[in-house]
């Protein structure tokens, strides 16, 4: 993790950056852990159970509509998660071979019928490179559902009028999140059910990592100072 960005860190917030990619945080965090990969869950049910074997706990730690799939109907935490309506983003990243823009971390787009937030993706990694990230209105996510691909044109646009970006960038990706962000918040951080199964993310508040990792560490809390024997039945 590095320190930068701020030119004045007397007055404004210190900004950080995970030079070896965001999933370096967690693989830091794990080290001394069990920890195995590359298992896709298919069924929780009460018990809790997964995939049909036993398990002490299960948190399914993911956007509701995930959640909902892998949730057996007979487990009662299934009714936490259905039909909670959550809303999709297409993420267009853009990288130039120069700089049109002075660099700035990132803002947020009001009441535009493309964009939502750009980001400037040099700034926030402190390298300076010329690369942005845009997130789409979720009207436009929808209409390009079937080929996010579709959406880069209407943002290079909507990054010219706000940006003054006028030359073709070297390289873009689209990407769609189809569970982006819940459309409504919740008011509380976690839930741990009566039948072992628990739920935990960002849609346990406001839609942002700091939410996730603050509804992730209340809940292991929760349930290291239950322990899983003395979960509630
Ligand atoms: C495009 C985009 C950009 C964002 N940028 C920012 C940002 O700059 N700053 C910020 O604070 N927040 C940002 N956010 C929000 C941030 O990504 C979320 O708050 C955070 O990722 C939520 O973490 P989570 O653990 O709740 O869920 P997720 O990150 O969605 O993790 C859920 C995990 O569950 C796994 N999973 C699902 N089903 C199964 C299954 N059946 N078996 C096994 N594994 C499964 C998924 O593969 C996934 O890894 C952004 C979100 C999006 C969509």
Redesign the pocket.
Same mark, same amino acid.
């Not at 935990?200 to 849609?203: E, H, K, R, V, W």
């Not at 839609?207 to 996730?212: D, G, K, L, S, V």
């Given at each position: 993790m590095v320190e930068h960005g701020r030119r004045d860190r007397a007055s404004g917030p210190v900004r950080y950056s995970a030079p070896g990619g965001l999933s370096s945080l967690v693989t830091d965090l794990a080290t001394g852990l069990a920890v195995a990969c590359g298992?896709?869950?298919?069924r929780v049910g009460p018990g809790p159970s997964v995939d049909g074997g036993p398990a002490d706990a299960v948190v399914?730690?993911?956007?509701d509509p995930?959640?909902a799939?892998?949730l057996d109907p007979a487990s009662p935490t299934a009714a936490q998660v259905a039909g909670r309506e959550w809303t999709p983003?297409v993420?267009v990243a853009a990288g130039w071979a120069g700089r049109e823009w002075a660099p700035f971390p @990132?803002a947020f787009v009001n009441d535009h019928p493309v964009l939502t937030i750009v980001?400037d993706d040099g700034d926030?990694r402190g390298d300076g490179a010329p690369v942005l990230?845009a997130?789409t209105t979720a009207a436009l996510a929808r209409k390009h559902a079937a080929d996010p691909a579709g959406a880069v044109a209407p943002v290079l646009a909507a990054l010219r009028d706000l940006l003054g970006v006028t030359a073709a960038p070297a390289w873009t990706v689209a990407?769609l999140?189809p569970?982006?962000?819940p459309a409504q918040p919740r008011d509380r951080p976690f839930h741990l059910g009566a039948d072992g199964v628990a739920l935990?993310?960002?849609?346990w508040g406001s839609?942002?990592?700091?939410? @996730?990792w603050r509804?992730?560490t209340l809940l292991a809390r929760a349930l290291t100072r239950s322990g899983p024997e003395q979960l509630p039945s």
């Open positions: 298992h896709e869950v298919r399914l730690a993911m956007p995930q959640a799939r892998l983003v993420a @990132a980001a926030r990230v997130h990407h999140w569970a982006a962000s935990a993310g960002d849609g839609p942002r990592i700091e939410t @996730a509804s992730g």
